[in-house]
């Protein structure tokens, strides 16, 4: 039996059936067993509603005949020496649960040895919009993702990738892979799921103590905040930046960045804000690195 499955029972009635496919090989043959399209969710696992509303719209898409795939990877080559893979959360049989009442059809979740064999040594250098932002303070970041995205993409062959809003540079830049590298898929960006006070939903979120994670609505709060300013007609990039950097220290948190860039081409406004304009945060509390960004067009 090539594939695992996963079962949902409520009253005793099976209300569904998942496909785990854990190597490349299990996942190759489900996928070319299997007719319609493919709607691929990547992701590292730790699912939460975010995720449950990329998935939801990939079942949406894909509608009845096509196939909904989802993968779980909590990729190394895209966590520095001195961050968080070995403590990312993996709470598989969870999130086995939710995927399935979510709507997915195939979850592909390989082993680090069987996404990087012995002897892998080609990786996709990210380009410019790789080197700043998160791409300067997580140098090799945007590779690692760059290059299993590419390695999932080669294995999953979807029509169309869902990718989040919330990581606002990684979807940038992968759309301009997939454009770059003539890889035949389509990316749509879903909005971000937020919590009540705003904060945005993340696997992260996790580590954060109560009073840590009263404080991280902060983030929403500066970004908000300077979106009002935006809306009324502010283009001060510098007063945009003060403001929203110290909403964040009235909370505690440690700015990285909170600034207003390019749309397209994160760019910072140096000195008048203009269109299109998102909002970019990146912020620390205690060892816990949270970012978002909210986009004006
Ligand atoms: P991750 O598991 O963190 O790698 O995220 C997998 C996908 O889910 C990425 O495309 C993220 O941008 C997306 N995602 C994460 N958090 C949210 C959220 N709060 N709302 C919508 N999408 C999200």
Known sequence: MPHGFVSLKTDSQEINRMNICKTI???????????????????????????????????????????????????????????DFHKYPRPFEQDLANLTAWGADVVFSPSPEEMYGPGNAISIDPGELGTVLDGAIRPGHFRGVCTVVAKLLGIVEPAAMILGQKDFQQQLILKHMVRDLNIPVEIITAPTLREPDGLAMSSRNRYLSPDQRSRAASIYQALSWATDQYKSGMRDAAALVAGMSEHLRQAGLEVQYALPCHAETLEVYPKAVGAPCVFLIAAKLGTTRLIDNVVNS
């Open 25 to 83: 090989s299990e996942f190759r043959q489900y996928r070319h067993s299997a007719a319609g399209k493919v709607i691929f969710v990547p992701t590292m696992g730790a699912l939460h509603e975010g995720h449950g509303s990329l998935v939801r719209m990939a079942r949406r898409l894909a509608g009845p005949d096509g196939i909904v795939a989802a993968s779980i990877f909590v990729n190394p080559t895209q966590f520095g020496p001195h961050e």
